[in-house]
């Protein structure tokens, strides 16, 4: 079955600076890939996805690229801001069925 | 995006008793709702699929006749903890599917304390 990797755990940035949060599925049948955050105590929010006949998408400071090659996938957050400290899950979905990393802690120090 | 809204937020039950939670899509139909369950600073684990006007179907581990799920209608799922003891203690999100791409939007979660 798919299987999704996720790093790193945490990463600690300053205000102002780029993030990048790197996944890896292990089904090339995967075809969508949604990015989540996370905020203490709440459901996840689906922040940005793409999908596997796509290379790479941006929202404002959120940029997602895909390698189908090398079946990795990342999410890049420029510009951060006290606001983007959460936890961020990845995913691969398949059938319908979200598979998901371990989940990566943003903490965006001021 | 689409709204799923989940309730409660918090519930707080004694020991042996049943708690009920909902999972409602606001403003789209959902023949297939996802309930989670996460543990402190965990991912998410799902526990089964739900698929309105049939039965449920759980993850392995996960007890059907503890965790009921009845979706009977396209915008609503319940999960019944059944006879709750403190293990059961813990973060329970539900998800939906909208779309024919298959976009999950997530409640906020429940949760639930057993005492």
């Known amino acids: 079955g798919e299987n999704v990797e996720q790093h790193p755990s945490t990463l600690s940035v300053q205000e102002g600076d780029s993030a990048v949060i790197k996944c890896t599925y292990s089904?090339?049948?995967?075809?969508?890939f949604p990015w989540y955050k996370q905020e203490l105590g709440k459901g996840p929010q689906l922040i940005i996805d793409?999908?596997?006949n796509v290379g790479e998408k941006k929202d404002q400071r959120i940029a997602v690229t895909l390698n189908k090659t090398a079946k990795h996938f990342s999410l890049h957050i420029t510009e951060t801001q006290p606001e983007d400290s959460a936890v961020y899950f990845c995913?691969?979905?398949?059938?319908?069925?979200?598979?998901w990393g371990a989940g990566t802690k943003l903490i965006i120090k001021p | 995006g689409a709204v799923v809204s989940q309730h409660p937020s918090r519930v707080i039950c004694k020991s042996g008793t049943s708690v009920k939670i909902e999972c409602r899509s606001l403003?789209?139909?959902?023949?297939?709702m996802f309930w989670y369950r996460q543990f402190p600073k965990k991912s998410l684990m799902l526990m089964a699929t739900?698929?309105?006007?049939?039965?449920?179907?759980?993850e392995q581990g996960v007890e059907k006749d503890k965790f009921l799920i009845n979706h009977a209608s396209l915008t609503l799922s319940t999960l019944t903890v059944t006879s709750a003891h403190p293990e059961d203690s813990s973060f329970y999100i539900c998800?939906?599917?909208?779309?024919?791409?298959?976009?999950?939007?997530f409640g906020q979660g429940t949760r639930l304390t057993v005492v």
């Open positions: 998800s939906a599917i909208q779309g024919a791409h298959g976009e999950a939007f």
């Open positions: 403003d789209f139909q959902a023949t297939t």
């Open positions: 739900s698929n309105e006007g049939s039965k449920a179907t759980y």
């Open positions: 089904d090339s049948a995967s075809n969508y």
């Open positions: 793409i999908r596997s």
């Open positions: 995913a691969a979905t398949l059938n319908y069925q979200l598979i």
